[in-house]
């Protein structure tokens, strides 16, 4: 595993991360959940993110698997070795403290994942997203607040904008915490982040992490040969339908593969490395059983692209 410095920070997060916002939830089989989540750790993952309402439709029920997991498995020492990341900023519970940016939701929100968990802390915090109803300096402080509490080590904004992660992160270093980390898309069919939202990252020392970096599993082998029951398509995911998958990316796709091969690469390892191909700290992956883990880590082994490969892909991106 390649681990990278997070922005101006001391801490290192691998180039792969764990994502559990599927299949970790309480209706989906405990004991592969936890088959996925060792079979990480032992090829060198050692940053797993979650989120308050990750296990849905039963909000909380993700980090109550990672619960089991870290209970059950590993010591204290072994969780010494790990990054345990959380969020709150969408809708969590009814009523007019369930969701946002208050300090009321933030900290009552933090209180509830680190039972959850099973935890007396979280190595990282994020705020889920920017919220226009509550001013920003309140926000900010609450995350303040976490880590001189003892509650989280760092804290992070996730799905902000150039604008707001600039004052977000100006409002932070005053206080003294400063942002760690940004958390965004960004794949070969999301690139919205290049450009002032990753030199803001910059200039401001923000590490970058990135979610769906294989657009909930369209950038892989999976649909070159129509939807599978088994994927989260097929499955009806809440997130994923089958309106998404066009015959313009599906043809994108299919070429993309063909770049990916004389790489000696898979298409979800080629594009796992386009995605890593520049200043990005990790991207965060998500997988159903352990062999894609073990299948997405290998991306680490061919992170260099020639330019002739990179104008290749970019033609095929921005083609009809």
Known sequence: MLYNRCGNSGLKLPAISLGLWHNFSSRDVFSNSEAIFKRAFELGITHFDVANNYGRPYDGSAEETLGRIL???????????????TKAGYDMWEGPYGDGGSKKYLIASLDQSLKRLGLEYVDIF???????????????RALDLMVRQGKALYVGISNYGPEETKRASKIL???????????????????????????????????????????QGLLTDKYLNGIPKDSRIGKHSLYLHEKDI?????????????????????????????TLRGDLTSVIIGASRPAQVEDNVKAVD???????????IDKILVSN
């Open 71 to 85: 209970n059950k498995n590993y010591t204290s020492y072994d969780r010494d070795k790990m990054i345990i990341s």
């Open 173 to 215: 270093k005053e206080l003294g915490t400063p942002c760690l980390i940004n958390q965004l898309q960004y794949s070969m069919f999301n690139r919205k982040i290049e450009g002032k939202q990753l030199e803001i990252h910059k200039e401001e020392g923000i590490g970058t992490i990135a979610f769906k970096p294989l657009f």
């Open 302 to 312: 061919n992170l260099k692209f020639s330019k002739e490969e990179l104008d290749i």
């Open 246 to 274: 066009t015959d313009e990316k599906l043809n994108k796709v299919i070429k993309l593969n063909e770049v990916a091969k004389k790489r000696g690469q898979s298409l979800a390892q080629m594009a796992l490395a386009w």
């Open 126 to 140: 994020y705020h889920h997203r920017y919220d226009p109803e509550t001013p920003l300096e309140e926000t900010m």
